[in-house]
Nanobody, 119 residues
């Protein structure tokens, strides 16, 4: 079992920055993919960014150039650095871990953290 604990959300003005953290209870090397998702009120959950065990990253078009996903292997922690925040970034952000086995994929989720971008 893998436990994920997010932190770092809050209220920020447009143009501001936040850094979300996701602490993983297992060795991060045992996780194939770490990702950040978000869900705004009345909208479907969307993938914001992910990073693989080899360090490859991918970001949604809506956040490219503003967000960065980082991984600290020594701390078993994944970060989402969010800059130039916009009101449309307001959502609950959740951390996800995927373990990919030969016959199944195991998904683990954190509890989510609220990010509100407003003046």
């Amino acid at each position: 079992q893998v436990q994920l604990v997010e932190s770092g959300g809050g209220l920020v003005q447009p143009g501001g920055s936040l850094r979300l953290s996701c602490a993983v209870s297992a060795s991060i090397f045992s996780i194939n993919v770490m990702g950040w998702y978000r869900q705004a009120p009345g909208k479907q959950r969307e993938l914001v960014a992910f990073i693989t065990s080899s360090g490859s990253t991918n970001l949604a078009d809506s956040v490219k150039g503003r967000f960065t996903i980082l991984r600290d292997n020594a701390k078993n922690t994944v970060y989402l650095q969010m800059n130039s925040l916009k009101p449309e970034d307001t959502a609950v952000y959740s951390c996800n871990a995927k373990r990919i086995a030969s016959t199944a994929t195991y998904d683990y989720w954190g509890q989510g953290t609220q990010v509100t971008v407003s003046s």
